[in-house]
């Protein structure tokens, strides 16, 4: 009997939330278009405040490593890429016949966004685009910390595959199961809102 999957690394678990949170189809392509910039301006602001740690040595064998010219630089940006590498490989190895070489692939993409990112600026202006669009589009609490900088990343990709028409079996299977955190959600609400109005009636004749 194969073990079971930790609850943070079931792919199949954590994008069913994420897409029913983000059903929006609007949302849903601010964050495709929007995640991974904010991921290549986030490492470059951690480039420009190594902090604390700019005073701590690596070892001589990786510190005369360099990619084109960008040295292996001991940083808040060094240590936040290989927690993302580690993460999706970690899903990879996990759902790897589900993954099928995505984890490999946003793992690759984060080290080559963490060399660029040492050479250029960043971005601000599209923060505030992101920040804004999650409170006038969604109209819910802000999704769980580890989907907002974990997992929203490799969940666009996974969107972009199922949107050219790749991984259908999973893409079934999770849009059944998205239905079903929808359909719980709404009723949820519709139950909340009924109690608010019957406490609301109570005060009022009382």
């Not at 660029?116 to 804004?132: E, S, T």
């Not at 955190?181 to 109005?197: D, F, L, P, T, V």
Request: proline share 3%; hydrophobic share 50%; charged share 15%.
């Amino acid at each position: 009997m194969a073990p079971k999957k930790a609850g943070l690394l079931d792919i199949e678990k954590q994008f069913t939330f994420y897409a029913a949170y983000h059903d929006n189809t609007v949302n849903k392509w601010i964050h495709i278009v929007c995640i991974w910039p904010l991921i290549f301006t986030g490492l470059m602001l951690l480039w420009t405040n190594a902090g604390i740690v700019s005073h701590i040595s690596l070892p001589s064998s990786l510190a005369n490593l360099s990619v084109q010219g960008v040295p292996l630089t001991l940083n808040w940006a060094l240590l936040a890429a290989c927690v993302y590498i580690a993460f999706y490989l970690s899903l990879e190895l996990e759902n790897a016949k589900k993954m099928t070489g995505l984890g490999i692939f946003a793992a690759a993409l984060v080290a080559i966004l963490y060399f660029v990112a040492g050479r250029l600026v960043a971005l601000p202006p599209l923060h505030a685009a992101y920040g804004k669009q999650s409170v006038e589009i969604t109209y819910r609490q802000a999704a769980l910390a580890t989907h907002a900088f974990l997992m929203a990343p490799i969940f666009v990709l996974l969107e972009v595959v199922f949107l050219l028409g790749g991984k259908k079996r999973l893409h079934k299977s999770i849009a059944a199961r998205v239905q079903e955190e929808i359909s719980a959600y709404k009723i949820q609400r519709e139950i909340s809102s009924g109690k608010g109005r019957v406490t609301r009636s109570k005060s009022k004749k009382a």
